[in-house]
């Protein structure tokens, strides 16, 4: 099992930065890829951005720019740091894994609220 706990999540202002991370624990070692979603009120989870064990990223079309997720390993957190924020940005934000196969593993969500 691959456990995640994400933190770094809070209040800004528009144009502010936050910066979250996930801190994975278990069978870290068969994590091939790890992401990040939104999910804001009334709304599904949405892509935000990921990241190959090999440093491959993808970002959605709505953060390129401004969010960037860093390499991870079995020791370090995946980060994802987020600049020039804007209100759409706000909602709960979780950390998912990719692990052996075809397996999932999702955390507990942080909140991002930013207010204009």
């Known amino acids: 099992q691959v456990q995640l706990v994400e933190s770094g999540g809070g209040s800004v202002q528009a144009g502010g930065s936050l910066r979250l991370s996930c801190a994975a624990s278990g069978a870290t070692d068969t994590i091939h890829r790890m992401s990040w979603y939104q999910q804001a009120p009334g709304r599904q989870r949405e892509f935000v951005a990921s990241?190959?064990?090999?440093?491959?990223?993808n970002y959605a079309n709505s953060v390129k720019g401004r969010f960037t997720i860093s390499l991870f390993n079995a020791e370090k957190p995946v980060t994802l740091q987020m600049n020039n924020l804007k209100p759409e940005d706000s909602g709960v934000y979780f950390c998912?894994?990719?692990?052996?196969?075809?397996?999932?593993?999702w955390g507990q969500g942080t909140q991002v609220t930013v207010s204009s």
């Open positions: 998912n894994a990719d692990w052996d196969l075809d397996l999932q593993s």
């Open positions: 990241i190959t064990q090999g440093g491959s990223t």
